[in-house]
């Protein structure tokens, strides 16, 4: 089938999926607990497959059908551990826990990367998830390692972590929409170690991001590069989106869980107010398409043409079941509605793979690199990771 034409029938049949469960109304605790059956099966197949592949953690499934792997150094290494960890959580088997343990430790050596602003994805969903349910002291020690690691990256004259040393031509100190999501783990050091240090950077380049990455209407670029004498930010581009002036799907929900997080790890109600213009941007979005789940890009030519992103879907139903709990009345219960319509959809047959298929990823349908025909239309190791913490919230939550 030809792959517009096959992106048209996709389209139609998550429609109908969503259409379908909301006709039917599945009691929403019942789609959650069918979410984590079908992730729990799905990565404890994972787990065994990989179990004698010392050292190596899923990835996604490459252009000739097969599963793809990475060692620790693939700024992805800490999902599936943290997956793991997750589910484990909601259902604590010494199985679960043996393959979360045997996960993590294959990322330890994250802890002296210096050269990626990655650290806190790989550190904070593995080691972090672990040390949380575990209390390890060992866990905490590798973190604060890395936490330190990661610290070089920040600079003074900027006021932000730099992203990528690569385009150096080009960008002089890159930081990108993504690099929000690392400030947790300096949040969490600085509550560990007690060195205010971390909070601070972790403050600094919030505000840094809030005033330079974000247009009128509270869309966000991808790329912005900073001037290291005067830092002042001197190009604002994309890498991963359609263009430079394009809303990249998975830009805007790192945006959204970003200063979600961030307002609750600090109460600065600027970070709260920045997550509400940045959700309104996202949910009241003309291409948003009915079940939820955003094309990779909402200016993507082409539109309904184009590949999905589930894994925005993922990370923007995680944010606003939080957003959900930190708003307050009618706003709050907008966040809430549209978290379980993505939930919902997602765990409809249109995204949530069949037990044993999709080399053993929970769900399908993402899109990691479009404009480098990289991983797309694929399964990829982050939806899976905070499609489980969505729906864990969501339990957590019904559960209150
Ligand atoms: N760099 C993280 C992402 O692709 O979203």
């Given at each position: 089938?030809?792959?517009?034409?096959?992106?048209s029938?996709?389209?139609?049949?998550a429609?109908?999926a969503?259409?379908?469960?909301?006709?039917?109304?599945?009691?929403?605790?019942?789609?959650?607990?069918?979410?984590?059956k079908?992730s729990?099966?799905?990565a404890?197949?994972?787990?065994?497959e990989?179990?004698?592949?010392?050292?190596r953690?899923?990835?996604?499934?490459?252009?000739?059908?097969?599963?793809?792997?990475?060692?620790?150094?693939w700024w992805?290494?800490?999902?599936?551990?943290?997956?793991?960890?997750?589910?484990?959580?909601?259902n604590?088997?010494p199985?679960l826990?043996?393959?979360?343990?045997?996960?993590?430790?294959?990322?330890?050596?994250?802890?002296h990367?210096?050269?990626?602003?990655?650290?806190g994805?790989?550190?904070n969903?593995?080691?972090?998830?672990?040390?949380?349910l575990?209390?390890?002291?060992?866990?905490?020690?590798v973190?604060?390692?890395?936490?330190?690691s990661?610290a070089?990256r920040?600079?003074?004259?900027?006021?932000a972590?730099?992203?990528?040393?690569f385009?150096?031509?080009?960008?002089?100190f890159?930081?990108?929409?993504?690099?929000?999501?690392?400030?947790e783990?300096?949040?969490?050091?600085?509550?560990?170690?007690?060195?205010?240090?971390?909070?601070?950077?972790?403050?600094?380049h919030?505000?840094?991001?809030?005033n330079?990455?974000?247009?009128?209407?509270?869309?966000?670029?991808?790329?912005?590069?900073?001037?290291?004498?005067?830092?002042?930010?001197h190009?604002?581009?994309?890498?991963q989106?359609a263009?430079?002036?394009?809303?990249?799907?998975r830009?805007?929900?790192?945006?959204?869980?970003?200063?979600?997080?961030?307002?609750?790890e600090?109460?600065k109600?600027?970070?709260?107010?920045?997550?509400k213009?940045v959700?309104?941007?996202i949910?009241?979005?003309?291409?948003?398409?009915a079940?939820k789940?955003?094309?990779?890009?909402?200016?993507?030519?082409g539109i309904?043409?184009?590949?999905?992103?589930a894994?925005a879907?993922?990370?923007?139903a995680?944010?606003?079941?939080e957003?959900?709990?930190?708003?307050?009345?009618e706003?709050?219960?907008?966040?809430?509605?549209?978290?379980?319509q993505?939930?919902?959809?997602l765990?409809?047959?249109?995204?949530?793979?069949?037990?044993?298929?999709?080399?053993?990823?929970?769900?399908?349908?993402?899109?990691?690199?479009?404009?480098?025909?990289?991983?797309v239309?694929?399964?990829?190791?982050?939806?899976?990771?905070?499609?489980?913490?969505?729906?864990?919230?969501?339990?957590?939550l019904?559960?209150?």
């Amino acid at each position: 089938m030809n792959k517009f034409l096959s992106y048209s029938v996709f389209a139609f049949i998550a429609l109908l999926a969503s259409c379908d469960s909301s006709s039917r109304q599945e009691p929403l605790a019942d789609v959650i607990d069918r979410g984590l059956k079908a992730s729990t099966e799905q990565a404890l197949l994972m787990a065994e497959e990989l179990e004698t592949q010392e050292g190596r953690l899923p990835k996604t499934i490459g252009k000739d059908g097969q599963l793809e792997t990475s060692d620790y150094s693939w700024w992805c290494s800490g999902f599936f551990p943290g997956e793991l960890w997750y589910l484990y959580e909601n259902n604590p088997t010494p199985e679960l826990k043996k393959y979360a343990e045997m996960y993590t430790a294959r990322v330890e050596e994250v802890k002296h990367i210096t050269y990626s602003h990655d650290v806190g994805f790989m550190l904070n969903c593995s080691y972090g998830n672990g040390y949380r349910l575990t209390g390890n002291p060992e866990y905490k020690e590798v973190m604060l390692t890395g936490a330190r690691s990661l610290a070089i990256r920040f600079d003074e004259r900027v006021g932000a972590i730099r992203s990528w040393d690569f385009n150096r031509q080009i960008w002089q100190f890159p930081v990108i929409i993504d690099n929000m999501m690392n400030l947790e783990f300096f949040c969490w050091a600085s509550k560990e170690s007690e060195d205010d240090r971390f909070y601070k950077m972790a403050v600094s380049h919030a505000d840094k991001t809030m005033n330079n990455h974000f247009r009128d209407d509270y869309s966000c670029y991808h790329v912005v590069s900073y001037d290291t004498i005067t830092g002042v930010p001197h190009k604002k581009q994309t890498h991963q989106g359609a263009a430079d002036e394009s809303a990249w799907a998975r830009g805007q929900a790192w945006a959204l869980y970003g200063f979600t997080m961030m307002y609750r790890e600090t109460c600065k109600p600027e970070y709260l107010d920045q997550a509400k213009h940045v959700a309104a941007f996202i949910m009241n979005h003309p291409n948003m398409p009915a079940d939820k789940v955003p094309y990779w890009d909402f200016d993507a030519p082409g539109i309904p043409d184009v590949p999905r992103d589930a894994s925005a879907a993922a990370i923007m139903a995680s944010a606003l079941i939080e957003l959900s709990q930190l708003a307050e009345g009618e706003e709050a219960k907008s966040y809430l509605d549209f978290a379980e319509q993505q939930v919902r959809s997602l765990t409809s047959p249109g995204y949530l793979a069949a037990k044993g298929t999709n080399c053993h990823f929970a769900l399908m349908h993402s899109t990691g690199h479009f404009p480098g025909n990289s991983e797309v239309d694929v399964p990829l190791s982050y939806a899976d990771y905070y499609y489980v913490e969505a729906l864990i919230r969501l339990k957590q939550l019904i559960e209150k």
